[in-house]
């Protein structure tokens, strides 16, 4: 048996049922369709700093292994924060850029990294796909490689390759067998629930409606509409709205299954809306937009609906993003996120290092000290 590593500078030189053949059902970002509709519709490349390098990994020419990944001349996107690395590169007089990350672009999501065939193959191969992308890495010169919102045992491979670990919280929730919304409630503390049945008590009140769609549902005049309100997050906080159109409306297409899009209406006009992806298990939020502010909308349509879908459908987790302490009286919890580091220059590694263990420590405190105020009985 002969194996066979090579980078690919695009998704779409691989067959698209191969590559999904390796992608577990809960990991919706890693499908080809996905990945696919990021680079054909202009979300990627040199202008947003995101250039394909994705490993390809083949034995007698069947698709075994893959790992999305990318050379960055920025850090926009990731949701682990290395500024201050790259700030620190430059007050040095060294390059930090370019670098190569694994990861989903702009998806703060904890998923596999490791795309593997054979799960039996596992240790076998994921050691292979670390080994090539550390091996590309040295051939290009970057300053370092990433590996970012790693699974546990994407991070277990990582670890025990000696590689620095960094830990991360966000806030996720998780579906104890809840029978409604109602019964959901009934665990928090009587002060907690009173404040989500008013807060969603407002909505009825301020005259919204809600609607919900998947992606066989949305025309191109609701897409269109959507597109209005993602992109009017960025331009309020003087972002980069990096996704097109055409992107949603692809995957819209090609997995509207997976796709929840949420719209708010006021006086039959829409007013807002929230953009989610569905696995076989989990629910992921991504992206909300308005163009009126109404008293606990974001709430209703980025956290309550989305639980409701959940109970409704029987999924087991609800991730609703990167960051928000707001999330925790709503019944999300912290939880712990991984990503694993390379860097080259010695001394800075070192620095690196000893700077992440430090850290580690103060996270493992915020966790505790964020569990403490659970809205649980």
């Not at 703060?108 to 593997?116: D, H, K, N, S």
Request: charged share 20%.
């Amino acid at each position: 048996m002969t194996l066979d590593v090579s980078i690919i500078g695009a998704i779409n030189e691989i067959d698209a049922y191969d590559w999904n053949q390796l992608v577990d059902s809960d990991n919706p970002f890693a499908r080809f369709e996905f990945l696919h509709a990021l680079e054909e519709h202009h979300c990627l490349g040199q202008a947003y700093g995101w250039l394909p390098q994705h490993i390809i990994v083949r034995e007698n020419n069947q698709l075994i292994a893959a790992s999305p990944m990318y050379l960055k001349n920025n850090s926009y996107g990731e949701f682990v924060f290395d500024w201050a690395w790259a700030d620190a590169y430059h007050r040095s007089g060294i390059q930090y850029y370019p670098k190569l990350v694994t990861t989903i672009p702009y998806t703060p999501a904890t998923g596999e990294r490791f795309l593997i065939l054979n799960k039996e193959r596992e240790q076998e191969l994921s050691l292979i796909l670390i080994n090539s992308a550390l091996q590309h890495a040295k051939a290009l010169g970057v300053s370092s490689m990433h590996w970012l919102f790693t699974n546990e045992n994407n991070t277990d491979h990582l670890k025990n390759k000696g590689l620095m670990l960094r830990l991360g919280c966000q806030f996720h929730w998780n579906n104890k067998q809840y029978r409604d919304f109602e019964h959901y409630l009934s665990f928090f503390t009587s002060k907690n629930r009173k404040k989500i049945k008013r807060e969603r008590r407002s909505i009825i009140n301020q005259n919204i409606e809600i609607e919900l769609h998947n992606g066989a549902s949305m025309t191109d005049e609701l897409w269109q509409i959507y597109h209005q309100f993602y992109t009017s997050t960025f331009d309020k906080k003087s972002g980069m709205a990096t996704l097109s159109l055409a992107f949603f409306k692809s995957i819209g297409q090609t997995m509207p299954d997976n796709i929840l899009v949420l719209f708010a209406k006021h006086n039959s006009e829409y007013v807002a809306s929230a953009f989610c992806i569905r696995g076989e298990h989990t629910l992921y939020g991504r992206h909300w937009g308005c163009s009126e502010e109404f008293d606990n909308l974001h709430f209703e349509l980025c956290y309550y609906q989305g639980l409701e879908y959940c109970i409704k459908n029987n999924l087991s987790r609800f991730e609703p993003g990167a960051q928000g302490e707001h999330k925790i009286y709503r019944g999300f919890l912290p939880t712990k996120t991984w990503s694993a580091h390379w860097v080259a220059h010695p001394e800075f590694n070192t620095i690196i290092r000893q700077h992440l263990a430090h850290e580690y420590e103060g996270m493992q405190y915020y966790i505790q000290d964020m569990q403490t105020h659970s809205p649980f009985k």
